[in-house]
């Protein structure tokens, strides 16, 4: 029998539903059971990274579960809980490096295979319960502009144009009158957005994660920089309550740039890790603990999500 390649299989899901329009993370229409938050495990509580948060909001969105744990079938039965019959799990991935060898001549090998999880809207007992959508982000939200005072990061508001300049290591907005929202998002919404897309970029810096961001607009390094900054805006932005999940106009925006990176059967794994790196060290800044807990907020009647930094 050959041998699997799961980062094939994986790219090719996505580069399928990119030429759908629709993204993995992304359910475009309202209502349903969809609701805040990012997948953790329902036993540890840790929150799942890199690729399997594509893979299980993925599956959230197309099944319409409303709740973010999960956990293996022998994890939820060590929970007392049952699995409904004929359920089918969702394949997420597991990877780390095998250190062989001894000094000099360590080697790494990298361990990748793939296994099922279970939401907990597939176990016995559960009946969906009816989500109240948020009404629309109107008013500055204040643990979010605290989040974003904490990072240190110098933001220059004025001129037509939001973006990174590395020289400087300064983050460029338009003023606040000159948002206008998108189909799907408040003005707020999207000056939340793109502030965290450009924080996204500031986490690269040499100083912080030492990202190459590649040196020609569309190349594939620059592609995956804008990828990066991108998804670790959705990941932030959803986890702080800004919006339930990645706008219409953040898949739209990704769409732009997944052909050059699934070029490279690897590349969406990369793009997502650095993605959950990115959000991590901007919640690593805000000196908390291991986990983040925000406040509800009166724009929102859904408690906000936790994310471990």
């Keep these: 029998m050959p041998q699997r390649d799961i980062y094939q299989e994986v790219t090719d899901k996505i580069f399928q539903k990119a ?23 329902g036993t540890t509580g840790a929150m ?10 993925c599956a959230s969105m197309e099944k319409d579960y409303e709740l973010h744990e999960w956990c293996s079938y022998k994890q939820w039965q060590e929970k007392g809980q049952q699995v409904r019959k004929d359920e089918k799990g969702t394949k997420i991935i597991f990877y780390k490096d095998l250190v062989i060898g001894e000094e000099e001549d360590e080697k790494k090998i990298p361990l ?3 296994y099922s999880v279970f939401n907990a809207c597939q176990l016995e007992g559960y009946k969906p319960s009816e989500i109240v959508q948020p009404a629309p982000l109107v008013e500055r939200l204040t643990h979010v502009d605290e989040f974003i005072e ?11 144009q939001n973006y990174y300049r590395p020289s400087t290591d300064t983050i460029h907005l338009v003023d606040n009158d000159r948002w206008i929202g998108t ?42 920089e804008e990828g990066v900054a991108e998804m670790s805006a959705a990941f932030v932005c959803t986890a702080l309550g800004v919006q339930p999940g990645p706008s219409q106009n953040t898949v739209s925006y990704l769409g732009n740039w997944l ?8 590349g969406i794994f990369a793009v997502s890790s650095e993605a959950t790196k990115a959000a991590d060290y901007l919640f690593m800044l805000q000196n908390k603990a291991d986990i983040i807990s925000m406040p509800k907020t009166a724009s929102n009647n859904n408690p906000q999500p936790r994310l471990a930094a």
């Design 112 to 114: 990748l295979k793939d």
């Design 19 to 41: 030429q759908q329009g629709v993204m993995p993370w992304q359910k475009p229409w309202s209502g349903g059971g969809y609701s805040f938050g990012l997948p953790k495990n």
């Design 183 to 224: 189909a799907d998002q408040t003005p707020l919404q999207a000056e939340y957005n793109v502030t965290f897309h450009e924080l996204g970029h500031w986490t690269g810096a040499k100083s912080r994660l030492d990202r190459d961001g590649g040196k020609r607009f569309g190349d594939a390094k620059y592609a995956a």
């Design 48 to 57: 799942y990274r890199g690729i399997n948060i594509l893979l299980l909001e």
């Design 150 to 160: 904490n990072t240190g990061a110098i933001i220059v508001r004025g001129g037509n």
């Design 259 to 266: 052909p050059e990176v699934l070029k490279d059967k690897k």
